[in-house]
Each structure stands twice: as C-alpha cells, then as structure tokens.
C-alpha cells in the first residue's frame, strides 16, 4: 500500500506560481512512473503532466505546457510540480497518483484568483 501527501496548494492571483509536492509512504517509489492530475468543480478529473520512475520522460497537457514542470527527487521519496504564470482556470483540486494505479493522494486545492 503507497500512501501519498499532497502539500503546497493555496491560492494566489494570476501570473502567479505556486509548487505542489507530493510525498509517498513507500521506499519503492523511485521504482514507480508518477503523475499529476486535476479535478476542476463539475468536471472531470485530467492529466496535467506524468513523468518517468527515472525522472525523464516529462510529458504534459496541452494547457499546462510551458508553464509547468513536473520532477522528483527519489531519495526523498517525493514528486512536485512547479506551477509558474497560473490562470484562473488552473483552478483545482491537485491529485498526484501512481501511474496506472488507484494510490491517489488527498489532494491539495489550488485557486487562481484576483
């Protein structure tokens, strides 16, 4: 059983940045693929970007793209997403999950506002 911690959400105006991390229970995770999602109010959940067990191999959404950046650090057990020039309707709930998997972590809100 992989547990995951999100943690870095809050909120913030547009243009702004903001960096999610996710922590995972299980020393195994540098052997896992990762991935981020998100769930905006009355929509369904979408990939925002997905990266290697390795660390490359980023890949993300058309609507994030260059924007964000996905990474991890395997020692520490962790994934994180940079999230720079944010606008409004990257507002969500932030999910990161093991690739392929139901291990989802509790999500973290992410509002975009001014």
């Known amino acids: 059983q992989v547990q995951l911690v999100e943690s870095g959400g809050g909120s913030v105006r547009p243009g702004g940045s903001l960096r999610l991390s996710c922590e995972a229970s299980?020393?195994?995770?540098?052997?896992?693929?990762m991935a981020w999602f998100r769930q905006a109010p009355g929509q369904g959940r979408e990939t925002v970007a997905h990266i290697r067990a390795n660390g490359e191999g980023a890949v993300y959404a058309d609507s994030v793209k260059g924007r964000f950046t996905i990474s991890r650090d395997n020692a520490k057990s962790t994934l994180y997403l940079q999230m720079n020039s944010l606008k409004p309707e990257d507002t969500a709930v932030y999910y990161c999950?093991?690739?392929?998997?139901?291990?989802w972590g509790q999500g973290t809100q992410v509002t975009v506002s001014s």
């Open positions: 999950n093991v690739r392929h998997t139901t291990y």
């Open positions: 299980d020393r195994t995770f540098g052997n896992y693929d």
